[in-house]
């Protein structure tokens, strides 16, 4: 009996050990918004950047993309005759702007803002929302001059009977990427600090869209698209909402729904709760954490520091011809 006793003891005694073992043998879970943000920007830097989504994460976290491998491949995989493209070109032009690239990034630049101007000012429904809503951002981050009413108005036709916005004509209710997007291209409509904008702040149409991502927002904070609860959906959310008087304790709530698609062990995101590592969701994650951390959006951001480098004036585009 004395003997089966110390077996016992033994027994637990190494399993005790081991326990210790493997507490102290892996490194701990990171949890800290800015330090996550700060690994997946060392993964950029490291690995290099493939999505002007990630080159976006990058500016968006006070860092110079182009001190990072990848962004002359991205830029140039961007070329194409499709809107989205053309707009997501522009759009990582409009960084390069910023941070003060040669002339060498400019190729493209203004054959693209004249389509996507074309586009916006005369907008069909041949087109997913997004097409316009990203060369609006394109459009008006680069300092060019346009009208701005058509796409206002586009937008209106859009607004689902819930508030929301979807991709399509055909979809009844709003999506709440789509949704965020068109969020964050009406704050920049309506900004009160430019005398030349065209359009007049209508409560009518922001005030729906709002309450409609609001009350999208799941209790654990998440946000879905298509029935699902992902990253990508609540990352949109948070950098939209954030210009909009979100209270700490809002913010902290969609924070904290973000933290769920945390991929275990590793300072990455998945798509869905449990899934792999996957390079949007972790793009428009850090993106969100980037703004978190500076307290506005990434369009937000991109808009004011172009204001700066193209110095109020359009005829600074023709140093890029």
């Known amino acids: 009996m004395k003997k089966i006793i ?14 210790i073992f493997a507490s102290c043998g892996g490194e701990p879970e990171i949890t800290d918004p800015d330090e996550i943000l700060r690994e997946i920007l060392k993964n950029y830097r490291t690995n290099g950047m493939t999505s002007w989504w990630e080159i976006a994460a990058v500016y968006n976290a006070d860092e110079n993309p182009l001190d990072y491998k990848g962004f002359d491949d991205v830029l ?57 809503i990203f060369a609006f951002y394109a459009l008006r981050c680069s300092g060019t001059d346009f009208d701005h009413g058509e796409f206002h108005q586009y937008i209106r036709g859009a607004q689902k009977a819930d508030g929301g916005f979807a991709l399509s ?30 359009v007049a702040y209508d409560r009518s149409i922001i005030t729906p869209a709002l309450e409609f991502l609001k009350n999208n927002i799941n209790e654990n904070g998440t946000l879905s698209s298509y029935g699902n609860e992902n990253a990508e959906s609540t990352a949109c959310a948070l950098s939209a909402l954030i210009d909009w008087g979100m209270d700490d304790e809002a913010m902290q709530i969609l924070s904290d729904g973000l933290a769920l698609f945390k991929v275990k062990n590793e300072n990455k995101y998945s798509h869905l709760k449990g899934g792999k590592a996957d390079p949007l969701a ?40």
């Open 282 to 321: 972790t793009a428009q994650t850090a993106i969100a954490l980037g703004c978190l951390k500076n307290k506005t959006s990434f369009w937000e951001k991109l808009y004011l520091e172009s204001l700066y480098a193209f110095d109020g004036d359009d005829d600074d585009d023709e140093d890029f011809e």
């Open 169 to 198: 004509a055909s979809q009844e209710t709003g999506d709440a990427d789509v949704t965020a997007f068109v969020i964050s291209a009406l704050q920049l409509i309506y900004r009160n600090d430019d005398p030349g904008m065209r």
């Open 76 to 132: 140039a995989s961007l070329e194409g005759e499709t809107n989205l493209k053309m707009a997501a070109y522009v759009i990582v032009t409009n960084i390069a702007v910023v941070i003060g690239a040669q002339e060498h990034y400019f190729e493209y630049y203004e054959e693209y803002k004249n389509k996507l101007k074309n586009l916006l000012e005369n907008p069909t429904g041949d087109y997913p929302l997004n097409d316009y």
């Open 6 to 19: 110390l077996i016992i003891l033994i027994m637990l005694a190494i399993c005790g050990i081991l326990c």
